[in-house]
Every structure is written in C-alpha cells, then in structure tokens.
C-alpha cells in the first residue's frame, strides 16, 4: 500500500478511539494540542461528535486551518493570557505532540475529573507534576 494514502487511516483510528472511549458529545469541552495529522483527524472527529472544539498551537500560521477543520476556537499556546483564560474549563484534552513539550500546562486546564490522553509519542519522557493530577482527580491516560 502507499503509505502516504493509508497515514490519514492510522491517524483516524488513533484519535477517534479515546474520543469516543470517553463519550465526548455536545455537552463537553475539548482541547486538541497539535495540527498535524492526528490533530487534524482530532479537530474533526470532536466537531462532527458536537463537543466544543479549542485547537491549541504554536503556530499563529495554523490559525486559520484550525477553524476551517471545526475548531470554535484556535489558542496560540505560547500566549500565557490565552492559556490562563481557560484555566480549569476543559473536560477532555488530546495531545497529539510528538515533540517535547510542557504536559503541566495543559494539565492545568482540565476540570475536575478531566482527562488528558497522549496520542503523540515525544523521544523523551515529560515532566508531569503529579500534585495537579491529584487535587483535582484529573487523569493522564
């Protein structure tokens, strides 16, 4: 097969299976961290499933992509008042991030009971302040 016409299938499947794991829908509030191939696919399933969509990037570039893919919302996350207004607002995040990153700073962002699953496979292991998972019963998964 043509690896670059069956990629798009991979990314489908990865991210549509913890979406649909934590039965997001319409009453629920979603981050994707990440537009490449698996936050395109992300950005998309979360819309079309009706959830409220925020794409989190570092590109203010990748912008306009993100609304057209179904994000309501596109936060440049090197934007610290950006990122502090939706502090504690989101009950399910996906990180499609290969690349090293600061996990705590979205953690920060989930409700109480929040989920945050890593789709992406950074080389090295993050950080991760286990004292914002516990206070507030949020999972990493």
Same mark, same amino acid.
């Given at each position: 097969m043509n690896?670059?016409?069956?990629?798009?299938l991979r990314c489908a499947g990865t991210t549509y299976s913890p979406l649909r794991h934590r039965k997001i829908g319409?009453?629920?509030?979603?981050?994707?961290?990440?537009?490449g191939g698996l936050g395109?696919?992300?950005?998309?399933?979360?819309?079309?499933? /009706?959830? @409220?969509?925020? %794409?989190? +990037?570092t590109s203010q570039a990748k912008i306009p992509d993100g609304l057209r893919l179904g994000a309501h919302e596109v936060v440049v996350s090197k934007n610290d008042a950006e990122m502090q207004k939706h502090?504690? /607002?989101? @009950?399910?995040? %996906?990180? +499609?991030?290969?690349?090293?990153?600061?996990?705590?700073?979205?953690?920060?962002?989930?409700?109480?009971?929040?989920t945050l699953t890593m789709i992406g496979a950074p080389e090295k292991p993050l950080p991760v302040a286990v004292f914002g998972l516990l206070m507030k019963r949020r999972q990493l998964a």
């Open positions: 690896l670059a016409g069956v990629a798009p319409k009453e629920h509030k979603v981050g994707v961290v990440g537009l395109h696919m992300g950005v998309k399933f979360a819309s079309a499933f /009706s959830a @409220d969509v925020v %794409l989190f +990037t502090l504690r /607002s989101f @009950d399910f995040i %996906l990180d +499609t991030v290969s690349a090293e990153h600061n996990l705590n700073a979205y953690l920060d962002l989930l409700k109480r009971d929040g």
